[in-house]
């Protein structure tokens, strides 16, 4: 029997493994899809939020506080691309500027450090294509921004190198009590655990009800975004938010650390959470939103369309309690969860501790992370890489400039890739505004190379996501 | 220091150095960051290139081969699987390959010649799943020619590009269905003889005035697309909708010069061509760099690409041997349906006898005439049966006129004749 069975490998169950792994304890995360961080951590903001916005006295205000002030140092230690480039809450009205100030207030009481109310003025001084209808806004210098996706990776990677497994392609299909733990069923082998969390996202719920009474039911809240060359980066130096609403944070415009500019996302529930898809009436609602903070805005130079999936729930807070003995829901994660997932880590090993859970420190966990990008290093720094490894010398993404060094570095890092999507999420290749067309089938052919398998094997990016069907010549080859 | 870095091995390269050789420079290099010269071309294994240039039906590596050939007779030199991470106005150029490292070059002159890449479903926003199986005409093209991987059974192409085209009859050969070819425009973007060849030959249904408005999969790869038609502001029109059930999507909706490192070195750029602004020898902005082929604009069929390039290698010789051009130039503006030309600037006094020009008109003329005007002044004017955007116009202007040209602007418009 193992300590900890985790459910689900987003950025929250990614942090709570990490925690986890400083422990001496044995750690089993269980992941349905074919890669971690493929739901909610995938597709979202990418916003290390500064937390005005949760009601005071929350465990989103105060975890989405503490979390953000702790996400900078982690980030550091595991070399995860973040940056405090601060907020604007936009005001259009004078009935918008008494919300900001409604904020600003509530800010001050959730901990925020540093929050002022601008003028509009001001506000296009520090971001001077922001709408000149603008009259006040909420500046936030602790929000940050981030990739949600590498931070979730670098938070799984560590706590795999502290000896935590992770199982992948297993999906959780009934937990039963058993003598001093839990059995968890899968579409795999079975596995018990004495301690069990819950970290399954948009089906926590699902998870929850497998072992204690109905308490709270996720409602999936689609968001669609538009995602622009870098070419469209100049366009916003902090993250542009308008006034909240019922709905959510509404349509945000924002760098990204990979220097594209971010525009979305709306609100729409949805019955089926799996696979998000864009809509016309969603993308043309982002288009119309966003032109209210900057009406330059244009649309000729996006690259990528994608939507994501919040775990919105029928409570107005986080879920993050002992369910049932042994038995830790971190459920109902939704926004500012990406902001909070540290500080809900912690929360997890104390409510863990609560029920029993005592096991001694690791002497010497590994806690640090490094890892070499080739674009953003100096000319001597590339001079290095590539004498010490030549693979470092062929670059294979030509927008994003990503070299078949870091490509076959990310294919044999702790978690590795299994397909095209896993190592663009990795590497960066892919990322740009050709959007593989380019390097896709030189990936396909590394992917084939390195880990021996034919390229008729390799996926898109989940389960069944196959890119080539059949080869040409057959016969000719027999 | 080399008299000459050109950077792109595809036609556009190929052809200038070559004729900067012939012109008289040695030190020349072609950097490429592929393993092979020839670009494009490699995996354009249909014939219909060449029957301008040589008078004969080739295909693509048919086609580069010839050059390939010629540059073996000079002394150029080649640099293979080897990446320009940056140029400057010193004319410096960075490069790195896993052979030889990371190295700064110096040159007298630079040609650019990186080509260009395809718009993809990102760019114009499709809605839907975003599952395997939606590629760019040429990804699919590079699987299925190079690798020998058949990326599909049941397609749909969106778009009527040359490249889309020539899929549909590649992928049909290889024993897939094309279903549909869907163009939004009312008109293809590609050449006749194709729609002829790669469409109707094979019963294959073009779609004008029709886009892709969902995408769904199945376990990951697309399962279905819905088509519908549009209305004169390109809204679908509800109760259009063809439904496909498919497994797979070209797309073939554009290609946009590949000029990051341009941009990077501050070379002025036009927003037409989303190419260098350029002279009527290929001259950027920047003296002694020089652009040709689709990285300056999008050409309709290689042998251009072929003659401007080697108008631009022959250019840059004169750089490095005589000295940089000095003349005022002329201004070429977009008259009415024009939507770019290539060059924009043309010196007058250091035209020879006659100034290529190149453009593509915004929409499909029959009986038709191009005119040129100074101000309100004709000074030439050129008869068309047919023209259309798919295709590129080519007109020359002699010497002897433009020393007519009032003012600092020529214009070029098309009109009904």
């Known amino acids: 029997m193992i300590d900890v069975a985790i459910i689900g490998c987003g950025v929250i169950g990614a942090a709570a493994a990490f925690e986890l792994s400083k422990y001496q304890a044995s750690v089993v995360i269980l992941e349905k899809e074919n890669d971690i961080a493929m739901g909610a951590t995938r597709a979202n903001s990418a916003i290390i939020h500064a937390g005005y916005d949760p009601k005071p006295g929350t465990l989103m205000a105060r975890l989405n506080v503490q979390g953000n002030a702790m996400t900078e140092q982690l980030c550091r230690d595991l070399d995860v691309p973040f940056s405090r480039i601060g907020s604007f809450v936009l005001a259009f009205s004078a009935q918008e500027a008494k919300t900001v100030q409604t904020l600003y207030e509530r800010g001050v009481q959730n901990g925020v450090p540093g929050l002022q109310v601008l003028s509009g003025d001001e506000v296009r001084q520090m971001d001077p294509l922001v709408s000149p209808e603008v009259v006040c806004a909420l500046y936030a210098p602790s929000a940050g921004i981030i990739t949600p996706w590498e931070y979730a990776l670098a938070l799984a990677e560590t706590a795999v190198r502290n000896g935590a497994e992770l199982r992948r392609s297993t999906r959780v299909t009934g937990i039963s009590k058993i003598e001093g733990g839990y059995r968890i069923e899968t579409n795999r082998e079975p596995v018990e655990a004495r301690y069990v969390i819950n970290a399954a996202g948009v089906y926590s719920d699902q998870i929850h009800d497998m072992v204690a009474p109905h308490a709270f039911t996720v409602i999936p809240s689609k968001g669609e975004y538009y995602v622009m060359d870098k070419s469209e980066c100049y366009r916003a130096r902090h993250v542009l938010f308008q006034c909240p609403n019922e709905a959510g944070k509404g349509v945000l415009i924002t760098p990204t650390m990979d220097h594209n500019l971010l525009v979305g996302p709306n609100a729409e529930n949805v019955d089926e959470p799996q696979h998000p898809s864009n809509t016309a009436r969603g993308m043309a609602f982002v288009r119309e939103k966003a032109a209210r903070t900057m009406p330059s805005l244009t649309y000729r130079a996006a690259i990528r369309n994608f939507a994501g999936i919040r775990a919105n729930t029928d409570i107005g807070d986080f879920q993050i309690s002992i369910a049932a003995e042994h038995f830790i829901d971190l459920a109902g994660i939704k926004s500012p969860g990406l902001s909070s997932a540290p500080a809900i880590a912690l929360e997890a090993v104390k409510l863990l501790k609560e029920c029993g859970f005592a096991p001694e420190k690791k002497e010497h966990p590994v806690t640090t992370r490094r890892k070499k990008r080739f674009r953003f290093m100096s000319e001597e720094e590339r001079k290095a890489a590539v004498s010490e490894n030549p693979l470092y010398g062929r670059v294979i993404c030509r927008c994003e400039t990503v070299t078949e060094g870091e490509i076959v570095d990310a294919i044999h890092s702790p978690i590795p890739p299994c397909s095209v999507d896993g190592v663009k999420r990795r590497a960066g290749s892919g990322m740009g505004r050709c959007q593989g067309g380019f390097c896709g089938p030189r990936v396909v052919d590394i992917l084939s190379r390195e880990l021996g398998i034919s390229p008729l094997c390799v996926l898109q990016d989940g389960e069944g996501s196959f890119i080539l069907m059949e080869e040409t010549k057959k016969e000719a080859q027999a | ?417």
């Open chain 2, 1 to 417: 220091m080399y008299d000459l870095i050109v950077i792109g091995g595809g036609p556009a390269g190929l052809a200038a150095a070559n004729s900067a050789w012939q012109k008289g420079l040695r030190r020349i290099l072609i950097v490429e960051r592929d393993k092979e010269l020839g670009g494009i071309l490699n995996q354009c294994i249909h014939n219909g290139f060449g029957l301008h240039r040589f008078k004969e039906e080739l295909t693509g590596p048919e086609y580069a081969a010839r050059f390939i050939e010629m540059l073996n007779s000079t002394g150029v030199e080649v640099m293979l699987d080897t990446m320009v991470l940056e140029i400057n106005d010193q004319r410096q150029v960075h490069v790195i390959s896993a052979e030889k490292g990371y190295q700064v070059l110096e040159a007298r002159s630079i040609v650019l010649s990186m080509g260009c890449r395809e718009r993809t479903r990102g760019a114009i926003g499709i809605p839907g799943d975003r599952p395997a199986g939606v590629f760019t005409a040429g990804s699919a093209q590079r699987y299925l020619n190079l690798e020998g991987y058949m990326v599909g059974k049941r397609v749909v192409i969106l778009g009527s590009g040359d490249i889309g085209l020539i899929m549909a009859r590649r992928m049909t050969l290889e024993g897939a269905t094309v279903l549909a070819c869907v163009e939004l425009m009312p008109y293809s973007g590609g050449l006749m003889r194709n729609i002829v060849q790669c469409l109707q030959d094979w019963g294959i249904p073009l779609y004008l005035s029709h886009t892709i408005t969902d995408i769904q999969s199945q376990n990951g790869r697309v399962s279905h697309v819905t088509v519908q038609k549009l209305d004169e502001n390109r809204n679908p029109i509800p109760g259009t909708n063809l439904e496909f059930d498919c497994d797979t999507v070209l797309l073939s909706v554009g290609l946009i010069p590949e000029n990051e490192l341009t941009r990077a070195a501050g070379i002025e750029m036009d927003p037409r061509t989303n190419g260098a602004v350029v002279y009527e020898n290929m001259e950027t902005s920047v003296p002694g760099i020089f652009a040709c082929g689709n990285v300056v604009h999008v050409h309709d069929l290689v042998d251009y690409v072929s003659a401007e390039s080697e108008r631009a290698g022959a250019a840059a010789a004169e750089f490095v041997l005589k000295g940089k051009r000095e003349g005022t130039a002329l201004t070429v503006q977009n008259g009415a349906d024009v939507g770019y030309t290539v060059p924009q600037k043309i010196r007058v006094s250091d035209v020879e006898k006659a100034a290529d020009l190149f453009f593509r008109v915004r929409k499909v003329f029959r009986d038709s005439v191009i005119e040129v005007r100074s101000g309100d002044e004709l000074l030439l004017s050129f008869k068309r049966d047919h023209m259309a955007p798919g295709e590129m116009e080519h007109i020359l202007l002699p010497r002897k006129i433009l020393d007519q040209a009032r003012g600092d602007t020529l214009t070029v418009s098309a009109k009904e004749a």
